[in-house]
């Protein structure tokens, strides 16, 4: 199934899919072991940075491999493309879904680019996702939200004719410095009205009482990426504090293992609600 179908299904059904960001063997492995542990699909994504570090065939083909191996249902997904021609690339290199990320362009810019991802990506049947309001990225002011507004919300989805809506309702990417409170009224006002799935970006460090409620309230997608590289780096380290071992294959699996216990608690999360 296609994931631009998939995600219309649960825009419907009120049910969501988790979205995890990885960075390296180790991370997509702890992310997968705790996949396979459910009967949950899984979206996988990358970053720009991501790409750059692995490459881009590279991180197609460990994808595509890992999945296989796993026995798991999953799709590859561009987080934060920032530009017509990364999207186009990773189209080409075999990209299930893409993200274009001009939230931070004036509206009627952010429209453009946006329709003309849309325009690029139907010759290949991919999902889009395109993201409208202020989501505080790294090193951003938390504290300057700018809400996605339903009617906007509702107008862009149509103007652009995207698959999914990354909405600022509260969250922020990265560390929050204050426990973060979800607009839970205004994300029912949005999903009300508006075509498009709706994606919850920054979740890691949001309680899972407002995930369940989000969810509810008409969340299709949640995307996690902080928690799981903290886990993983901060497992690391104990390990290396204790041990002066250099095997990477002995020193790597616990911080793999703390990853898959961080993707285990938001897969039950999701399946609850």
């Known amino acids: 199934m296609l994931l631009k179908d998939k995600l219309a299904q649960f825009n419907q059904s009120g049910h969501a899919i988790l979205a995890a960001n990885f960075y ?9 072991n705790a996949v396979g542990e459910t009967s949950q699909d899984i979206i996988l994504q990358v970053s720009e940075g991501t790409i750059q570090y692995l490459g881009l065939e590279m991180t197609v083909d460990m994808v595509r491999a890992a999945l296989k191996q796993h026995e798991i249902n999953g799709w590859l997904h561009l987080d934060h493309g920032s530009s017509l021609a990364i999207v186009q690339k ?22 453009n680019l946006t329709r003309q991802v849309v325009k690029v990506a ?12 202020y989501i505080a990225k790294l ?40 426990p973060p409170h979800l607009q839970l009224d205004l994300i029912s006002r949005i999903h009300e009205i508006t075509p498009a799935a709706l994606v919850l970006h920054g979740a890691s460090g949001v309680p899972a009482d407002q995930l369940k409620v989000a969810i509810k309230r008409g969340i299709s997608k949640i ?20 041990t002066d071992e250099i095997d990477l294959r002995l020193v790597f699996p616990k911080a793999t ?9 938001k897969l039950t999360i999701i399946s609850s609600a």
């Open 223 to 242: 995307n996690v990426a902080t928690d799981s590289k903290n886990a993983f780096m901060q497992s690391l380290k104990v390990t290396l504090n204790k």
């Open 90 to 111: 990773c189209l080409d290199a075999g990209f299930d879904s893409v993200m274009i990320d001009a939230s931070e362009k004036q509206l009627e810019e952010n429209i």
């Open 139 to 178: 090193g951003q002011n938390q504290s300057g939200n700018i809400y996605t507004q339903p009617e906007e919300a509702k107008n862009f989805a149509e103007a652009t004719g995207i698959n999914a809506l990354a909405v600022a309702v509260g969250t922020a990417h990265g560390f929050y410095k204050d």
């Open 257 to 265: 293992q703390a990853v898959t216990d961080l993707i285990a608690q």
């Open 24 to 32: 390296n063997f180790e991370t997509l492995t702890g992310i997968l």
């Open 122 to 133: 139907e010759a290949y049947k991919a999902n889009v996702e395109a993201e409208l309001g």
